[in-house]
């Protein structure tokens, strides 16, 4: 079945450093990938997504390129916040089994330090 | 803009209870979701529900049932909880396509004594 897989379990940064969370898929078919924000006590939200390969998703400075070469969708940020400190989920939904079920990372928390 | 509401925010229960969660949306949403959050597992999927009265099982149903009386709200039960159980459980919604955004409720963490 299709799987997603976060390597970074958990990341820890100073202010203004280069953040990088990898994401490979796994599809049977053609996949939508999204990456999910959630800050403590609330439930994930949409950061962005991209439905086709070399697309670029983008927001609030956070960014990842959909790769079908490489089935990666790795996301990165020049310069992170303390207030972007929060658990990251890579995710898909894949179109070709038009069912309506995503697969999740496992997710990766990231803590920024002042 | 639109709203997930989930009922209650904590939920303590004794092993062997039932126990049902309760989730409201406003989005005028199709399609609703039941995941499970547990730290180092991601979501998982328990059950979804494509429209008023259709319920499809998940990777892990086991343990829980679900209802969609209406359009806008859909609830778990947990049929009989386990001792030292101990998870968050996330309600969603999307229009009724694939590949649409997820919008969830901020959930409902639950704890089994």
């Known amino acids: 079945g299709d799987s997603v897989t976060q390597t970074e379990g958990q990341v820890a940064l100073s202010e203004e450093d280069f953040l990088t969370i990898h994401c490979n898929y796994s599809?049977?078919?053609?996949?939508?990938l999204f990456w999910y924000v959630q800050y403590p006590g609330e439930g994930p939200q949409l950061l962005f997504r991209?439905?086709?390969?070399?697309e670029k998703g983008s927001s609030r400075g956070f960014e990842a390129t959909y790769d079908k070469g490489t089935t990666s969708f790795h996301l990165r940020k020049a310069s992170v916040q303390e207030s972007d400190s929060a658990v990251y989920y890579c995710?898909?939904?894949?179109?070709?089994?038009?069912?309506?079920?995503?697969?999740f990372g496992a997710g990766t928390r990231l803590k920024v330090i002042a | 803009g639109g709203i997930i509401t989930q009922t209650p925010k904590f939920l303590i229960g004794q092993e062997g209870q039932k126990l049902t969660l309760k989730c409201q949306q406003n989005?005028?949403?199709?399609?609703m979701y039941w995941y499970r959050q547990d730290s180092g597992k991601g979501l998982r999927l328990i059950y979804y529900?494509?429209?008023?009265?259709?319920?499809q099982k998940g990777d892990l149903s086991e343990g829980y049932d679900a209802s969609r009386e209406k359009k806008s709200s859909f609830s778990l039960t947990v049929t009989s909880a386990q001792k030292n159980e101990m998870a968050v459980f996330l309600c969603?919604?999307?229009?009724?396509?694939?590949?649409?955004?997820?919008?969830f409720g901020s959930g409902t963490r639950l704890t089994v004594l």
């Open positions: 529900s494509i429209t008023e009265n259709d319920l």
């Open positions: 969603a919604s999307s229009i009724d396509r694939v590949a649409e955004t997820l919008y």
């Open positions: 989005f005028n949403h199709d399609t």
């Open positions: 599809a049977s078919g053609y996949p939508t």
């Open positions: 991209a439905s086709r390969d070399k």
């Open positions: 995710a898909l939904s894949d179109q070709g089994t038009g069912n309506y079920k995503y697969v």
